[in-house]
């Protein structure tokens, strides 16, 4: 009898132990994380922030909820930096390159011609170098989550087409506001023009500016292809999307919340990717159907583009950490001799 009684306290026990750890297995509150984007709906980046929201909903059993707020009305990109550190932000995707005002080296993805695929570009953003990039972001405030692609930056313009690198000198041309693209466009002999996405469209329309570069998906999502008479496919830039969360907002979640942010980030990556890939291709199709004309230059011609901008290259090496640079191309030099 005492055995048995033995038997059954053990057997309880172990039961209580199972029930406690089932309990304390996943500890998820209601959480709602408001994610901001300066891109339009059918936009690859919307795509990917909707995905993340979709799996951080069915993997918290629907506790946590991440609403995703489209076209900067939380505010510009820089605004919303701001606000991500301030806490009144959870969350945003933006240019990683928009980055350089809080971490210098981030500029480094700025750098014209440097990926030569998006493939390649994957591999090395998703190594080493790509997280040392966002693991700087955490004593500012930030933590970086993925890196989306919106795809490679080409120029358009509403003076003439642009056939030739002599074709850009002195036009007046929208850069994002960074050092890299600044001095990239200088390069071409361009008057550069910082200005934020959100205000392109009208500077366009006002002729404020003649011109800039944007990949085709902002050409047919974000309308410039409507403001915008010629279109030159020279892929200048590959310019990562940073998938960013407030430090502050992070910080408040427990450590089975964290996985879930974390995981959910991780696994949008291939779903957004392959939309950015199939959503660039269809928009430079679509494109071409427009009044707006597409010039794709040939391979000669671009070698003179990205020799132009050799001395860009060499010049940032230099201002930003030497050895993350070489990290940086060591890691691309891995990739394309493993693709040999």
Request: charged share 25%; with cysteine; proline share 3%.
């Amino acid at each position: 009898m005492i055995k048995s009684m033995k038997s059954v306290c053990i057997a309880m026990a172990a039961c209580g132990l199972v029930l406690s750890a089932s309990a304390g297995a996943a500890e998820i509150n209601e959480r709602v994380f408001r994610f901001a984007t300066s891109n339009v709906e059918g936009n690859p980046q919307v795509d990917g922030l909707m995905k993340f929201a979709e799996l951080v909903g069915a993997k918290s059993g629907g506790k946590m909820t991440v609403k995703v707020f489209t076209g900067a009305t939380l505010g510009k990109d820089i605004q919303v930096l701001s606000s991500m550190q301030g806490g009144t932000v959870d969350g945003a995707t933006m240019n990683t390159n928009l980055l350089v005002g809080i971490i210098k080296d981030a500029g480094l993805v700025d750098l014209p011609y440097l990926f030569d695929t998006e493939q390649e570009a994957y591999a090395v953003l998703d190594g080493p170098f790509g997280k040392k990039i966002h693991g700087q972001l955490e004593s500012k405030g930030l933590v970086g989550l993925a890196f989306f692609d919106m795809g490679y930056y080409s120029l358009h313009n509403n003076t003439h087409p642009i056939t030739k690198v002599e074709d850009v000198k002195g036009l007046k041309m929208r850069v994002t506001e960074t050092p890299v693209t600044i001095d990239t466009y200088k390069a071409w002999g361009a008057n550069a023009v910082p200005l934020a996405y959100a205000e392109l469209f009208t500077a366009l329309e006002s002729k404020i500016v003649d011109g800039g570069g944007q990949p085709p998906l902002n050409m047919i999502y974000g309308k410039i292809g409507e403001v915008s008479k010629y279109y030159t496919v020279n892929r200048y830039s590959f310019t990562p999307v940073s998938l960013l969360m407030s430090k502050k907002s992070m910080d408040k979640l427990n450590a089975d919340e964290k996985q879930i942010i974390l995981d959910a980030a991780k696994e949008s990556l291939s779903y957004q990717r392959q939309m950015s890939l199939k959503k660039s291709a269809d928009c430079l199709a679509e494109l071409k159907k427009t009044k707006t004309a597409v010039t794709e230059l040939s391979a000669e011609e671009i070698a003179r583009f990205r020799e132009a901008t050799k001395p860009v290259v060499e010049k940032y090496l230099k201002v930003y950490d030497e050895q993350l640079g070489k990290e940086l191309f060591a890691e691309i030099a891995k990739y394309r001799a493993a693709k040999k």
